[in-house]
């Protein structure tokens, strides 16, 4: 069994090892110190995975956890956010849009708040159809990695879900009469059209924000001992060195 674990990591370790004698020791401090199988690396990676699932989407999803939270708040479009300090400080444009922008920012972040339950399913779905051996290569890879993947497994089924909620908060506030407040003063100021769909913007938002928030736990897992809150995850990335 452990020749096979030897032979099916020797790829790996060959890609991150810098000659053949560091391969060879690092080959025999695996099978001498018992500390890492493949059965460990995919355990301990979907584990962690599952704990970074439930912290960022838990986080995320509480009220505010968008809205006022500096580091994933959803911004009014780009277009707009460039000429907003404008808009509030024109008084005319500001009497048709100034009391919609927040309106506007509220049920953006609201919206995505609300997306964040549809995530976990998706995501634990994804981790525990993980492969073996995806899982030794992100253990044994990058910071990031293990968001990579599920950003690639998941990323369209996470579309199809958080957009008809997030299309429902953007109407509960009757947003087509504040966001076209808004896009006429922006026109008015800017001199030309935006026409934003609000709902795919806010979609694509909502999930680099949670991806984002994923990654940082990954990070905190692989970089401080004290986040591995389990004798798995110690060993897994104790061994991985991440």
Not at 157 to 173: A, D, E, M
Request: proline share 3%.
């Amino acid at each position: 069994m452990k020749k096979i674990i030897l032979v099916c990591l020797f790829p790996i370790l060959a890609m991150s090892c810098g000659n053949l004698d560091q391969i060879v020791k690092a080959g025999g401090d695996i099978l001498n110190s018992g500390m890492l199988s493949q059965a460990d690396a995919a355990a301990g990676i979907k584990q962690a995975l599952e704990f970074g699932v439930l912290n960022g989407t838990k986080t995320l999803g509480a009220r505010d956890g968008f809205l006022k939270n500096a580091a994933y708040q959803i911004l009014m479009p780009k277009e707009v956010r460039n000429v907003e300090a404008k808009i509030r400080n024109n008084p005319i444009a500001n009497a048709l849009a100034g009391a919609y922008l927040d309106k506007v920012k509220v049920a953006m972040n609201r919206g995505a708040e609300k997306a964040m339950v549809q995530a976990k399913p998706i995501f634990v779905n994804a981790i525990r159809s993980m492969s073996i051996s995806d899982a030794v290569s992100i253990v044994t890879g990058r910071d990031g990695g293990a968001t990579d993947f599920l950003r690639r497994a998941t990323t369209a089924q996470l579309t199809q879900k958080f957009t008809p909620i997030i299309g429902n908060s953007l109407k509960s506030v009757n947003i087509e009469q504040p966001w076209n407040k808004v896009s006429s003063a922006y026109n008015m100021i800017a001199g030309k059209k935006v026409n934003t769909n609000l709902t795919s913007y806010v979609t694509e938002r909502a999930m680099e924000g949670l991806f984002a928030k994923i990654r940082e736990e990954e990070h905190s897992i692989r970089a401080n001992p004290v986040a591995r809150t389990t004798d798995l995850l110690k060993r897994v990335f104790a061994f991985s060195g991440k």
